[in-house]
């Protein structure tokens, strides 16, 4: 039978994971305990030991306690946990998982996470949960509760939130998910504010035509997600209409989506037609944010949050090495649709980012470096939001996912 994994440091916490443990049982779920903790005696006994998670984390538990060393052995139990419940997972035993923790709980405990496939229930009770959560959730669906207090002992407060972690876990466990009365095959696009009404008519054509549409915002963490559903096998074609995450990732901005942005439809060998949209733009936070070494660059202000800097001649022959490089990596069907008058909303005549020399060479490595016996490469004398660019893109994706 399925149980709810209960994942922590029973030694400094174990009188709160007894409590949840207590609750989601006195729901009729069925709840396996894994010991991360190291120097302690466990509050309660648990079903796998510290010992196994440290020797799944590749060291022996005495030599952790010998070295004496926090980060070393939060470390090894964080990649040991991860270990434990993947090998759980693939026994078909979990039904969800919970933890509970400061920053060092929060990282043991959703690196185990992150091993598990979308769909089984994710639950981080945390004290780090109202600050940045990208680096806990990652690309998993990962659902992180402030902690409000610390969680340091069961008092009027903690009793509260921890009670409703339990009672939301055990909900999630023994909830069914509902079949759909038509699934359709699932399609992945990418999209900024800028390459909306490409994005827009190309879903829409896409639609038409009895696919399902998921569109990634490509703001680092939509890029990866999309990436790692892809790898997962639940996305049948890709319209990779908005790259502009490799513009972070090479020059430091803020929506970098890691240096293997665009590899897993190529790996997957799945059709993937992709394109160059927002390729001329960085993004930073309000004006103020922007690094020093870019204030004498061409800005522009997005709105009070987001700032955009204009990708420079270099910089753009940079990415078209870099996405010819990944494209020639294909295993599958795959089309570089090339948009002559412009990559963005703002990258058109008359507009902040019209930059016809940025373009060029950006288009130029990109011609000079693709295979094209893998990629075919389609020039367009459009810009990137013209209806004809858009649908010409959903047509050949299309047309690639009938053959």
Not at 25 to 51: M, R, T, W, Y
Not at 232 to 240: E, H, M, R, S, T
Not at 306 to 322: A, K, P, S
Request: some cysteine; aromatic content about 6%.
């Amino acid at each position: 039978m399925k149980k709810v994994v209960i994942l922590g440091t029973l030694d400094t916490k174990g009188a709160e994971f007894k409590f949840i443990k207590d609750i989601i049982e006195s729901q009729g779920v069925q709840a396996l305990v894994v010991n991360a903790g190291v120097l302690g005696i466990p509050h309660f006994k648990p079903d796998i030991s510290n010992n196994i998670v440290a020797e799944a984390g590749g060291t022996e538990l005495a030599e952790l306690i010998a070295a004496n060393d926090r980060g070393r052995a939060v470390d090894v139990m964080m990649k040991g946990s991860a270990k434990v419940v993947s090998e759980l997972e693939k026994q078909d035993m979990i039904a969800g998982i919970i933890s509970l923790g400061g920053t060092a709980g929060t990282t043991i405990g959703t690196h185990a996470m992150q091993a598990l496939p979308v769909g089984i229930p994710k639950l981080m009770v945390s004290t780090v949960a109202s600050g940045d959560t990208r680096p806990y959730v990652g690309n998993k669906d990962i659902t992180m509760m402030y902690s409000v207090v610390d969680i340091s002992g069961i008092n009027s407060i903690s009793s509260k939130i921890l009670a409703n972690a339990a009672f939301a876990i055990a909900g999630m466990a023994k909830g069914v998910t509902p079949v759909l009365e038509h699934e359709k095959p699932l399609l992945a696009a990418t999209m900024f504010g800028v390459t909306t009404p490409c994005v827009t008519a190309a879903r829409e054509y896409l639609e038409s035509k009895g696919y399902e549409v998921l569109v990634f915002h490509a703001t680092g963490a939509g890029g990866g997600s999309m990436e790692a559903l892809i790898t997962a096998g639940f996305i049948k074609g890709v319209l990779d209409i908005t790259t502009t995450e490799w513009c972070d990732e090479l020059v430091g901005g803020v929506f970098s989506a890691g240096p293997h942005r665009l590899e897993a439809a190529a790996q997957m060998g799945i059709p993937q037609v992709v394109s160059t949209g927002a390729l001329d733009m960085v993004n930073f936070g309000p004006m103020d944010t922007v690094p020093a070494q870019f204030k004498d660059r061409k800005l522009y202000k997005h709105n009070a949050t987001v700032t955009l800097m204009r990708t420079t001649v270099d910089e753009n022959r940079q990415l078209g090495l870099i996405i010819a490089d990944k494209l020639n990596m294909t295993t599958g069907a795959t089309a570089l649709f090339l948009p002559l008058k412009g990559v963005s909303l703002i990258d058109a005549e008359g507009q902040p980012f019209y930059g016809p020399e940025e373009d060029r060479a950006l288009f130029d490595a990109l011609r000079d470096n693709i295979n094209q016996d893998k990629v075919e490469l389609i020039e367009m004398d459009n810009n990137i939001n013209d209806e004809a660019f858009a649908l010409a893109m959903a047509k050949k994706l299309v047309d690639m996912l009938e053959k």
